[in-house]
């Protein structure tokens, strides 16, 4: 009796016991958000790896009203947004949060992150520059350490496709400022990648900023 209660803890405790790697290698294998969240709610040991566990978000597509997780085509329900988000573009995501640029920019557009389930907002510092912003990506889930890097469209009236980076940090919010982080030049692409920004110009070559150099670059433009 006493060694079939053992084994019945033993068989209990073997999949919270599961190593992280292999664990990695499911997560890696789960394309469904449902299915990431389910993991993480197994239990405790389960969620913690999550955290520790590198898993890029899968992509969701935005429909009025709701979104739809790809590839497994689970539809998900978004309360109402706020008025002012309704005529926002969005210019990029991460995780469940959004970038949206209100269509007053430029000219003195406050661009701002929203979590459409949560309905939790952090607003962006101001953005006053004449060029738009293309594209926003994040270094991670909005907080005191993360870093919100912009794609400005510089593009003349003669048609020369030039960009310019831009960061700003945001907990700041509205008593933050946006500063530079590059010259124009013919950017193409821009994303973090290992909490480090990468930009990839239309020649060959790729640039990486690190954090601390971001911030460098923020005392001495």
């Known amino acids: 009796m006493v060694m079939e209660k053992r084994n019945r803890r033993r068989r209990r405790a073997s999949w919270a016991d599961l190593p992280e790697d292999m664990l990695g290698d499911i997560l890696r ?4 958000f449902a299915d990431r969240a389910r993991l993480r709610a197994a239990c405790r040991a389960w969620r913690a790896a999550w955290r520790r566990q590198p898993h890029p ?26 008025e002012d988000a ?17 269509p007053a920019s430029p000219g003195g557009g ?8 949560s309905g939790a907002r952090i ?3 101001p953005w006053t520059g004449k060029e738009q912003i293309c594209k926003i990506v994040m270094s991670s889930a909005p907080d005191s350490s993360c870093v919100v890097a912009a794609m400005v469209d510089c593009t003349s009236d003669c048609g020369d496709n030039r960009m310019r980076i831009a960061a700003c940090r945001p907990g700041e919010g509205h ?18 990648y290992e909490g480090r920004l990468h930009a990839l110009p239309s020649c060959d070559g790729l640039l990486v900023f690190d954090d601390g150099e971001l911030d460098l670059l923020r005392k001495e433009p």
């Open 29 to 32: 294998r789960l394309p469904s």
């Open 57 to 82: 978000p899968a992509p969701w597509l935005d429909v009025p009203g709701h979104c739809v997780s790809l590839p497994d085509g689970a539809i998900h329900r978004v309360g109402p947004l706020p």
């Open 86 to 102: 309704r005529d926002a573009r969005c210019r990029g995501c991460l995780g469940d949060w959004l970038a949206l640029v209100p």
């Open 110 to 117: 406050a661009p701002f992150l929203l979590n459409p389930f």
């Open 123 to 125: 607003p962006l510092p």
């Open 175 to 192: 008593e933050g400022a946006w500063w530079p982080v590059s010259l124009e030049f013919d950017l193409q692409d821009i994303l973090f």
